[in-house]
């Protein structure tokens, strides 16, 4: 018998890759920034993660594993 | 140049709330390190162990980090202490994994700092049952539940069934992952299972409330969705009213003896009001809070950036 917790699960697509156009990392800063701005991605208008959760999807809150 | 910085922070590339962190704190002038897990190889890093001093170079800067200097850690990276034998992955790739991850446990020995949170203490903190021990000695009220992988006696009322720790599998070419469900007696069947899971009564009708707590400052956010939820708040969050809350004293004070007794400086804690009482549901040390501040405007991000660097 399939397990009651795998019974229950939230199926979805798997992110392998996450491509984020118009930004750079910038390893001085700790921080996205938009190319050629000073713009933080984080306080960009288009930028919906922090609204969500890791993207929509659900990790245990952090990426517990490696 | 030479830099000193006052914070050490241990992310990854995509974690974007540490942008918020980090954004805040360059805004009120604190001199801090991020240090990117999936990036460590662009680093040259130097570890003293007995002084102990933490060096790392990037391009042209040299940052130092000592105890005389540094005052915290925030460490957002994962708490399984150990990454070996990994067989899909490259013979370069596995020491990659290996060997960095035995680096980051290694700053442990900045003994004197404040961190946020230790992952000593986070990986203790992520023992379910022993939340909930530690969660009735704080005074909290607690659901009935069993760690099982048989329920041999029928329920009288609905269970909620969940994961002993965060399941995420992959199955089918997909990811799969596991909430909280509310389940019917008469779905119950006399069943050995392969693993164990939680089987809790079921707290129903029931408000959800996440309190975030930073040291000794706390913050409570009830989940109200458009219709009542009785299952995990997760699976309605696109349609969920968010409101900070003013909890009643003995419910904060246990929030913090709670957090306290696990040795954490940052918390989330999951809370149910049902019937009029406050019942505990579970901690989640590294839980996620840029969310609650996108949906509330409580500035998570000023609160631990104000503890970091004080």
């Excluded at chain 1, 399939?2 to 019974?7: D, G, K, S, V």
């Excluded at chain 1, 984080?42 to 930028?47: A, G, I, K, L, N």
């Excluded at chain 2, 060096?55 to 800067?61: A, C, D, I």
């Excluded at chain 2, 009785?230 to 696109?238: A, G, H, I, T, V």
């Amino acid at each position: 018998m399939e397990h009651i917790l795998l019974r229950q699960a939230f199926r979805y697509k798997q992110v392998t890759e996450l491509t984020l156009s118009g930004f750079d990392y910038e390893p001085a800063v700790g921080a996205w920034i938009e190319n050629g701005g000073e713009t933080y991605l984080v306080e960009h208008d288009s930028f919906p993660v922090c609204g969500t959760k890791k993207f929509d999807v659900e990790t245990g809150e952090d990426a517990k594993g490696q | 140049m030479q830099l000193f910085p006052t914070v050490l922070i241990l992310s990854n590339k995509f974690d974007f709330s540490t942008d918020l962190i980090t954004i805040q704190l360059s805004r009120e002038g604190v001199s801090y390190l991020r240090l990117n897990r999936d990036q460590l190889e662009l680093y040259d890093i130097d570890l003293d162990p007995l002084i102990p001093v933490l060096r790392v170079t990037y391009e042209n800067t040299q940052y130092e980090i000592n105890e005389q200097k540094l005052h915290s850690i925030y460490y957002r990276a994962p708490t399984f202490l150990r990454d070996i034998y990994q067989q899909t992955a490259s013979a370069e790739e596995q020491l990659y994994r290996t060997q960095w991850a035995a680096f980051v446990r290694s700053l442990d020995i900045f003994e004197k700092v404040k961190w946020v949170n230790n992952p000593v203490a986070t990986y203790r903190a992520e023992n379910k049952p022993l939340q909930l021990l530690y969660a009735q000695r704080a005074g909290f009220h607690v659901p009935h539940t069993h760690i099982t992988n048989r329920i041999t006696e029928k329920p009288v009322s609905p269970v909620a069934i969940k994961s002993l720790d965060t399941a995420i599998v992959h199955d089918n070419d997909q990811e799969a992952f596991v909430y909280t469900r509310i389940v019917d007696p008469a779905e119950i069947t006399d069943t050995r299972y392969s693993s164990p899971f939680i089987a809790q009564h079921a707290l129903v009708p029931k408000l959800d409330l996440r309190v975030t707590i930073i040291e000794n400052q706390l913050v409570a956010v009830s989940l109200q969705g458009e219709e009542e939820i009785n299952e995990d708040w997760r699976l309605y969050k696109d349609s969920i009213h968010y409101e900070i809350i003013k909890l009643p004293k003995e419910i904060e004070t246990a929030c913090i003896l709670f957090t306290q007794s696990l040795y954490l400086n940052f918390a989330a804690i999951d809370l149910i009001l049902h019937n009029n009482q406050y019942f505990f549901i579970e901690v989640n040390p590294t839980g996620e809070w840029s969310w609650l501040q996108k949906n509330t405007g409580f500035r998570f991000d000023q609160l631990i950036s104000k503890s970091l660097s004080s």
